[in-house]
């Protein structure tokens, strides 16, 4: 069965470094989305892009992150400057039309210290 | 941000007997709704779904039913098994030409099906 990957599954970095979250999702996909978990808190949208370009952002989305499509088949979360409260699981989700279920990945924890 | 609720931060019941658990939202746009089943250190698995012009859909032992004028939609797995003991989630998405079909989810329901 076709599935969202995800790599690393665990990050931990200090505060104020650059993360790079890599995911790719399912080949025939054209809906792409990023999540995060704060432990013991909802999964809250972050961002989603379609069409090489980002369609809409949360407020938790600011100037410090960024999404990029490169090639094709990854699909990236850069966070420029590490905060502690990034800490979180990140996930990636696709779906192949607007209205199907969206498919998740198995998170990236990330830990910054 | 509470447009989707889930109220019951935790459920337990026998195996064998029914599940239910519940959401609530608040936003009338929601026209598509979904419930995902999450274990620790993975990512939230699809369930099922509901378009808000049905009332009810049933796949196996899980049915989730709609009630769009008191907006809350509930799932019920019969018969609950141990293997089911997990982090449910209610998601809602508006799917309308130019919206984004991102999900909003609600807390979530930690339920626990005993042997």
């Known amino acids: 069965e076709p599935e969202v990957t995800q790599t690393p599954s665990h990050q931990v970095t200090q505060m104020g470094q650059e993360v790079i979250l890599r995911c790719v999702p399912i080949s025939n996909h054209l809906y792409f989305y990023w999540y995060r978990q704060i432990l013991g808190q909802k999964v809250e949208f972050l961002v989603s892009?379609?069409?090489?370009?980002?369609?809409?952002k949360s407020e938790i989305f600011d100037d410090q992150f960024s999404v990029e499509r490169p090639d094709g088949s990854n699909f990236t979360l850069k966070i420029r400057s590490t905060k502690l409260e990034d800490s979180a699981m990140y996930f990636c989700?696709?779906?192949?039309?607007?209205?199907?279920?969206?498919?998740f990945g198995e998170g990236s924890r990330l830990t910054v210290l | 941000d509470q447009q989707v609720k889930q109220n019951s931060p935790s459920l337990s019941v026998q195996e064998g007997r029914i599940s239910i658990l519940n959401c609530d939202y608040t936003?009338?746009?929601?026209?598509?709704f979904l419930w995902y089943k999450k274990y620790p250190a993975e990512g939230p698995t699809f369930l099922i779904s509901i378009s808000s012009i049905k009332d009810k859909n049933e796949d196996g032992r899980f049915t989730v039913f709609l009630n769009k004028s008191a907006k809350h939609l509930s799932l019920h797995i019969v018969p609950s098994q141990p293997g089911d003991s997990a982090v449910y989630f209610c998601a809602a998405s508006v799917l309308v030409s130019g919206n984004t079909g991102k999900l909003i989810f609600g807390q979530g329901t930690t339920l626990q099906v005993k042997p």
């Open positions: 892009f379609y069409n090489n370009e980002i369609s809409e």
């Open positions: 989700a696709s779906k192949g039309d607007f209205s199907g279920e969206l498919f």
């Open positions: 936003n009338s746009m929601f026209d598509y």
